[in-house]
DNA sequence: CACTATTTGTCCGTATGTATG
DNA sequence: TCATACATACGGACAAATAGT
């Protein structure tokens, strides 16, 4: 067996399915770059042949060669008849980058499923910290809401937001009857970045009546920023601050590990 | 337009690549397994005809019509000629939750900035809902830590953790010089998957001391359940309750969107 | 009872992409 | 590079089941 090859059939611990509909010289294309991107195989290596490919994934000759063109046509890697292909891709470590929408989706698949009481909207002057993280000017409006969301009878969460990113006039009912990301997306509004805040909060004797709990009674705090992309530029377009009661919702998260 | 139409092409907010390498059909019916699966059509409902999605997606009857019939094979809708194609499958609402990404870098970062206190090390019984959770049979032993994280002389974590993946006899000294995931990786204790779940949490009059604080604040509650890989199956092999001082840690994330 | 519109099922021919030896 | 096989995708045409007029 040859090592090189190794580096990709086991580290990489996958393997190709012939039964997929994705073609397999993209999927062996997709999972060499991956190898590539992520520094597994450093700046300079030399990759496998593509005999060794095509013997170590089981694929014809044709294929591992017709995957090794595509990452050489991103200049990936060079290949030259009789000294073989190298990587030519100087490995940089990004910081954590997660995949957004498969995160939206759910976020929205959720909002689906529970009702929404909308108690406030309308345009207001954010208080002077959020009005600064939104890049306000002092007096400019943006548009309030605050919702409580229940499943059961039960509410779980309260979400107070600042939007800067919509000029439309927008009614309780808007809200209530159409979750707030299809709302964005229905005025061409693209989340393209988020960050969030998790932490711990005592209820307020306002959260704990409106989340039907007691006051002082722990709750999960979220705070997350949402940005657009506006040409070279991101600009933030949304200011949630969200509380929810801990037993009747909880924030889950399933890591794979991949590499060492 | 046709609302149920919209439902798939506006509110999913997808749209089919045509020039990418997985084939239209099965772009098409994953994106409406995805609806199916999360709710996002009730049962009963009537998909579609094949005629709409073909409009909508911009794709030949032929692709549209080998999306539902991939579904129909998956016992997803039914298919009947002249009445059209409908929903079979009852979504059930799991208890709410949402995904969280990334964050075990941090995790390792953050150990070697910041100093432990071990209160306890010592092998012991597991109270009976952890020692289920960890596949244990009565009476059988597991390595119990408590451990208190500081920095600038201020505690802001709390660890209670049950391993049972490590044998060796190891000694309070041994995880107050070495973060425990070095641990882990010195006895070739490999993680592969981790489960977390984070809520919150009244303080303790226990916890209250050591993360001082005062009985009943706030606490940001992590449970991080820790697999290894063995053969073909996943063993748990940690359970991690970590608390918290939200005023001195918070979880925050940096979520962006690939390139489309 | 026909008549019609709707919708799925089936078949054709053709072009392109994938994969093998 | 070539020949071959198979899957994908298109447009079009017609048949068969369903429901309503």
Redesign the pocket.
């Known amino acids: 067996m040859d090592a090189l090859a190794d580096i990709f059939s086991q580290s990489q611990g996958r393997e190709l399915r012939q039964d997929a ?1 994705t ?3 993209f999927q062996l294309y997709s999972l060499l770059k991956q190898a590539i991107l992520n520094g597994t195989v450093a700046n300079g290596t030399q990759m496998p042949t593509e005999q060794q490919l095509a013997e170590s994934f089981s ?2 000759r ?2 591992a060669k ?1 995957a090794m063109d595509e990452l050489a046509a991103e200049n990936l890697v060079e290949r030259r008849r009789g000294k073989g292909t190298h990587v030519i891709y100087e490995y940089a470590p990004k910081p954590v980058q997660a995949p957004l929408t498969d995160m939206l989706q759910e976020i929205e698949s959720m909002a689906r499923h529970s009702d929404v009481k909308v108690m406030t909207c309308r345009r207001a002057r954010p208080p002077a910290p959020i009005a600064h993280t939104l890049g306000l000017e002092d007096g400019a409006k943006a548009l309030l809401l605050h919702r409580v969301r229940s499943r059961d009878g039960q509410p779980f969460g309260h979400y107070a937001s600042w939007t800067v990113g919509l000029n439309e006039p927008l009614s309780k009912r808007d809200f209530r009857e159409t979750p707030r990301l299809e709302i964005f997306r229905r005025y061409d509004l693209r989340i393209t970045h988020v960050t969030q805040t998790i932490s711990a909060e005592a209820a307020s004797a306002e959260l704990a009546e409106r989340l039907n709990t007691s006051v002082g009674a722990p709750l999960i705090s979220l705070i997350r920023h949402s940005y657009t992309t506006r040409g070279d530029t991101e600009q933030i377009v949304d200011y949630l601050h969200a509380h929810y009661h801990p037993e009747r919702f909880q924030y889950q998260m399933d890591l794979k590990i991949d590499g060492a």
Chains 1, 2 share one sequence.
């Open positions: 509909p073609p397999l010289y694929v014809s044709i294929t017709r």
